[in-house]
DNA sequence: TTGCATGCAAAAACTTTGCATCATG
DNA sequence: CATGATGCAAAGTTTTTGCATGCAA
């Protein structure tokens, strides 16, 4: 995908990419220090070009996540949508298909199409639910 | 409500409130801007403080558009989901209700409760999806 | 009068930019 | 060997913290 657009595949995007799919979700920093394990000259400025090109080519995409930096996870074929605990700050995936009824409805009803890989739905999971 | 919890009802509290509701949806730096107008030294300092109290006690929400800062919006009663638009970054709020059929099939399934007021849903309005 | 709230300044956290050097294709 | 990519340093943004002063109750 990188040489389709005349772009360079060297070890850092290889190993930005690797982390984002070994950490699931991760913020910037937390993708920094695992390439680092592997490769420790990394530096931060690197990770946030090359998310950001990732993104673009689709291979990541990014959420927020209540307070503090986005995070990044794979992107493609599996998507999924987030439950975010706030209490716990826990992250669970659905598969997204449980959104259709809403992306069906919004589609007729506002013409609006939803981007089923970029939701999070924040929440309270089971666990907090039975500690207050 | 503030009384309730032994605070006090300030004036910048006030303004910072009117302003959340007359904005709409709003950074913490617009919000500032438009409190200034009205008193001209309000501090940024004391957005932020006041934001967050304001949040925990449920009178505010914020959500996470895109890049950038988080935008704070009324909550209580009259809850709503945002509809994001990733292209021209418009902002629609529809009725919570469209989510009803995703927030029951996860409590159900994952034992999961949805904030509804929280929700964005990212995706591409109709007006952009005309003109690509 | 009490102690919560504010303003100010400074620090911290997070992200972006410019530029010389490196190394992929 | 041309040019895209990286590392480094520095600047830009956004948010938080500490502390003296101010003011609501």
Same mark, same amino acid.
């Given at each position: 995908?990188?040489?389709? !657009? ?7 995007? %290889? ?7 070994? /950490? ?5 920093? %937390?993708? &920094? &220090?695992?390439? !680092? ?10 990770? #946030?070009?090359?998310?950001? /090109? /990732? ?11 209540? &307070?503090?930096?986005?995070? #990044? &996870? !794979? ?7 987030? /439950? ?28 609006? !199409? ?19």
């Amino acid at each position: 995908m990188l040489r389709e !657009r005349g772009l360079r595949l060297t070890p850092q995007r %290889q190993l930005i990419l690797e982390a984002v799919h070994e /950490l699931g979700h991760a913020t910037p920093e %937390q993708i &920094h &220090h695992t390439v !680092r394990q592997r490769a420790a000259g990394v530096n931060i400025t690197t990770v #946030y070009r090359t998310l950001e /090109l /990732l993104e673009d080519l689709r291979l990541v995409s990014h959420t927020h996540l209540s &307070h503090g930096s986005p995070t #990044y &996870h !794979r992107a493609g074929e599996d998507q999924h949508v987030h /439950l975010v605990c706030r209490d716990c700050g826990s992250i669970d995936e659905v598969d997204p298909a449980v959104m259709l009824p809403v992306t069906e409805q919004l589609q007729r009803d506002r013409n609006f !199409r939803v981007d089923v890989g970029h939701v999070s739905l924040f929440g309270v999971c089971g666990d907090c639910k039975e500690q207050p």
